[in-house]
C-alpha cells in the first residue's frame, strides 16, 4: 500500500448546473472516500438556513474578499448573480500537507483558472440523464416556476456547453449509481498517478 503522500496528490472538480445533485454526490462521495477532502470556498454570499460558516463555506464580507483578491490569496474565484465565491490558495496548502487530495465544487471558470494554476486538476461534470429529466428535478424542487424557470434551464444548458472540455461525466441518474460512477473516477486516477510506486518497487 501506498500513502498518498507518496504520490501526487489530486485536485478533483466537480461542476454541474444546478438540480443535477451535484452536493449530494459530493457529501457521498467524501464520506467514503479516505484520504479525501472538500475545499471550503470563501463567500460574499450571505448563508442559508442550515449553513454553518467553516463547514460549507468561509461566508465573509464584500471588503474581505476584494482585499483577499488584492493579496493574492486566492487560487481562484468567481461571480455568480453578484454574489463573489473563491478558493484561497491556503485552503488548497493545508489539505495538501495533511496528504489528501482535494474535491471542489466550483463552477467552470474556477476549473479553468485551477487548471491553470495546478499541476493533477481533474475535472468531472456532473449531468441530468437528460433535460426532461432536470426541469422535472427543478420543478419539484419548487425554487422556480414559469419565466425563471425557463430561465434556469437555458443558463443550464449554456453551462453545459461551457464545461465539454471535462474529463470526465458523470451522468446522476441515481444516485448510488452516480456515487459508484464518481468513486470510480477518482479510484483511477490515483492509480494512474500512482507512477512512484514502480521505481518504489524497483529500488
Ligand atoms: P451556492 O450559492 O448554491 O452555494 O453555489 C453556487 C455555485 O457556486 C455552485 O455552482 C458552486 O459550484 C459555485 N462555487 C462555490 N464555491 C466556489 C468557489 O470557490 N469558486 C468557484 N469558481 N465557484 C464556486
Request: proline residues 5%; negative net charge.
Amino acid at each position: 500500500m501506498h500513502t498518498p503522500a507518496q504520490r501526487e496528490q489530486l485536485l478533483f472538480v466537480i461542476s454541474a448546473p444546478s438540480g443535477c445533485g451535484k452536493t449530494t454526490l459530493c457529501r457521498e462521495v467524501l464520506s467514503s472516500m479516505p484520504d479525501l477532502e472538500f475545499s471550503i470556498s470563501h463567500t460574499t454570499r450571505p448563508p442559508r438556513a442550515g449553513e454553518t460558516d467553516g463547514t460549507n463555506y468561509f461566508f465573509i464580507s464584500a471588503e474581505q474578499f476584494q482585499e483577499k483578491l488584492d493579496c493574492g490569496e486566492m487560487a481562484e474565484w468567481t461571480e455568480i448573480y453578484g454574489n463573489r465565491y473563491g478558493t484561497a490558495r491556503r485552503t488548497i496548502d493545508e489539505l495538501f500537507s495533511r496528504g489528501c487530495d482535494v474535491l471542489f465544487d466550483i463552477d467552470e471558470p474556477g476549473a479553468r483558472q485551477l487548471k491553470g494554476a495546478y499541476p493533477n486538476v481533474v475535472t468531472v461534470l456532473v449531468l441530468p440523464p437528460s433535460m426532461e429529466t432536470l426541469r422535472r428535478r427543478l420543478i419539484e424542487r419548487g425554487t422556480e416556476a414559469g419565466a425563471a424557470l425557463e430561465r434556469r434551464l437555458q443558463r443550464a444548458a449554456q453551462e453545459i456547453e461551457a464545461m465539454r472540455w471535462y474529463d470526465f461525466v458523470v451522468v446522476n441518474d441515481t444516485i448510488p449509481e452516480a456515487v459508484d460512477r464518481l468513486r470510480s473516477v477518482i479510484i483511477a486516477e490515483r492509480c494512474r498517478r500512482n507512477r512512484r510506486s514502480i521505481e518504489d518497487l524497483l529500488a
